[in-house]
Nanobody
């Protein structure tokens, strides 16, 4: 059974930083592409950042240059370093494979507000 446990969210002021973590249990971790997604209430979940098995990365235009995705294969953990946060980054953040393959975890709430 696949489990995603996201953590690290919270309330932060505009311009601040947060580091999200996602521990993944179940499938083989290292050969797969993983991603971070986010969802604002009333909207569809959207892809934010992804990382290949070889650790190549890419980002949505809205976070490019501010967010950094990384992975630790030994710890089966995915990270998202978020800098220069903006109010529009407020959302629940989730991890999953890219493409989405398994049921979602509980996510972690990120709120950017002064």
């Amino acid at each position: 059974q696949v489990q995603f446990v996201e953590s690290g969210g919270g309330l932060v002021q505009p311009g601040g930083s947060l580091r999200l973590s996602c521990t993944i249990s179940g499938p083989a971790f290292s050969p797969l592409m993983w991603a971070w997604y986010r969802q604002i209430p009333g909207e569809e979940r959207k892809l934010v950042a992804w990382i290949t098995a070889g650790s190549s990365t890419d980002y949505s235009d809205s976070v490019y240059g501010r967010f950094t995705i990384s992975r630790n294969n030994r710890e089966r953990t995915l990270y998202l370093q978020m800098n220069d946060l903006k109010p529009e980054d407020t959302a629940v953040y989730y991890c999953n494979r890219r493409p989405v393959t398994w049921a979602w975890g509980q996510g972690t709430q990120v709120t950017v507000s002064s």
